[in-house]
């Protein structure tokens, strides 16, 4: 097992170890012995992970006296405030006080709804991040951002509030689709991109599945080399900029490379592009149109393109500049008539320029003519 420790408003660490479920009970009775626990998970996480059979919640019930299951249907559309209610609803009824805790099993929906729920239960309760998906172990359940989406738009309505602590088992992520997949190494690229080419390095000179086929991965992405080093350095990364920046005010946005465009291809395919093909597209197009404007020189824009070609991503965003350029305009991330670009200056270093509005939509359409010519 590895342990991995953040200090922001709060320190708090981060294991990861393969078989850590069904330690789950053992690891977190400490922190809260006398306190009872209700685990949110969704409807698909529940079938794979939860009920009474599963090593988590046997481990879970002979460490703790008091165990609730919350379930909700999985998926996106289910990150409103209504399930925030029924969460809370349920709390309530269950005589949940301060002293309680909360458990997000599965991917970012839940964590960033459990954290939610947790924030503002009884103004405010403890709870526990258990990452299902690869997205979710190396972005969202670290960092302290939760939230739902509004009719208006995602991630509009949330507080930060930080876990007590993350558990990761990989052995979680043998049962993700190759999609899945892609959608969490698209968020471990771009914090290679931003902080740390290793990560990049590494991913680049994976060629092989485990039968030793010399497959692209684009059937099964489950024997990438060296998951938990990745896992570790991505994590690294998130925690450096959090620590530097909690609340966003600068360096914290490092964060969104990639997603100022990626939000806008989200959005404009009415999300059935899924947000980290969104980034991973949105990557490109903001490293391709950084080099056409001389901000940076040739090679970033390759080397992103390759690599996601290599792991079996479809990068045609499908969407012209004047569209992607309207819907990011309309994102939270606006400032004014500026908006915030992040771009590669290099592989493991980013930086973030204002660009004015109007110039939007020629940086996609640089990007589009990169990468579809
Ligand atoms: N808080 C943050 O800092 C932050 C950062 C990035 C993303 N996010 C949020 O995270 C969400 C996306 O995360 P996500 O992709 O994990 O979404 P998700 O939670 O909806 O999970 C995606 C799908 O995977 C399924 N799943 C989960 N674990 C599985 C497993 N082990 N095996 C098989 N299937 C599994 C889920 O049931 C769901 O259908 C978005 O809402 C996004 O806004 C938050
Ligand atoms: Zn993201």
Known sequence: MQTLSIHCSKSYNILIGQGLLDQAGEIISPLCPDSKMCVITDSNVKDLYGGDNNPLYRSLKQAVHKVFEYVFPAGEAS??????????????AHHFDRNDVLIALGGGVTGDMTGFAAAIYMRGIRFIQ?????????????????????????????AFWHPELVVIDP????????????????????????????????????????AGQTEPFADSLDPIRNLTSLIVKALQVKAAIVEADEREAGQRQLLNFGH???HAIEECSNFAISHGHAVAIGSVLAAAGAERLGWSSAGNADLLRDLLLK????????????ALANAALSDKKRRGDQITIVYPVRPGNCK????PIDDLQQFIAFGLDYLMP
Not at 141 to 150: A, E, M
Not at 352 to 355: A, D, E, H, R
């Open 352 to 355: 973030l320029k204002l660009l």
């Open 130 to 158: 258990i990452p299902t998906t690869l997205l979710a172990c190396v972005d969202s359940s670290i960092g302290g951002k939760t939230g739902v989406d509004l009719p208006a738009g995602k991630n509009l309505a949330g």
């Open 260 to 262: 100022t465009i990626g």
């Open 79 to 92: 990150k409103t405030m209504t399930t925030i209610e029924g969460i809370l609803d349920f709390l309530a």
């Open 171 to 210: 052995a979680v992520f043998a049962t993700l689709t190759p999609d899945l997949w892609r959608d969490g190494l698209a968020e471990m690229i771009k914090a290679g991109m931003i902080a740390d080419a290793s990560i990049l390095q590494d991913l680049a000179v994976q060629t092989e599945t485990v």
């Open 311 to 322: 792991y079996g991503y479809d990068l045609d965003p499908g969407f012209d500049a004047p």
